[in-house]
């Protein structure tokens, strides 16, 4: 288990920098639909007191809620839209990362530390002809790999 650690190229340090833009866009994001819940509040308000009716600020900070919900769709949706992207490349990073992971653990034949007594799939039942076959460790359902030859019998 002496594995040199992965070299960081340009694209670990590109991932590595969309956590980072994914927290400051979201963080932006989130300010800007605050920030225009504040804004109709505010003219509510300012509305209701030039036409000399009382609204309380709950009720108009409720109504701006309402009115800033889907215009915040419209007005930011560059920013929505750039948050999305982030999600996206954050969440193949993890995936990659978790894929790596768990090659690593299956080690170098891709069989896990105990190769004697393979794990059964999570979630498949026992009997179940989905389930993995223990000898080979292959799912009983897949399709023979063109190495195995498609006339002899599994």
Do not use: C, W
């Amino acid at each position: 288990m002496s594995d040199a650690p992965a070299p960081e190229g340009a694209t670990g340090q590109r991932t590595q920098g969309a956590g980072r833009r994914l927290a400051r866009d979201l963080g932006i994001y989130t300010l800007a639909r605050i920030g225009l819940v504040i804004v109709i509040a505010a003219v509510i308000m300012l509305l209701a007191h030039l036409v000399s009716v009382r609204i309380p600020l709950v009720v108009a900070a409720l109504f701006a809620l309402l009115i800033a919900m889907p215009l915040s769709m419209t007005l930011f949706k560059r920013m929505r839209t750039r948050v999305n992207e982030d999600i996206a490349v954050v969440d193949e990073r993890r995936r990659r990362d978790k894929a790596q992971l768990r090659a690593r653990l299956r080690g170098a034949d891709g069989r896990g530390a105990d190769s004697a007594h393979p794990a059964p799939a999570a979630d498949a039942a026992p009997g179940d002809p989905a389930a993995e076959d223990a000898a080979t460790g292959e799912r009983k359902s897949d399709p023979p790999s063109p190495e195995e030859g498609r006339g002899e019998a599994r």
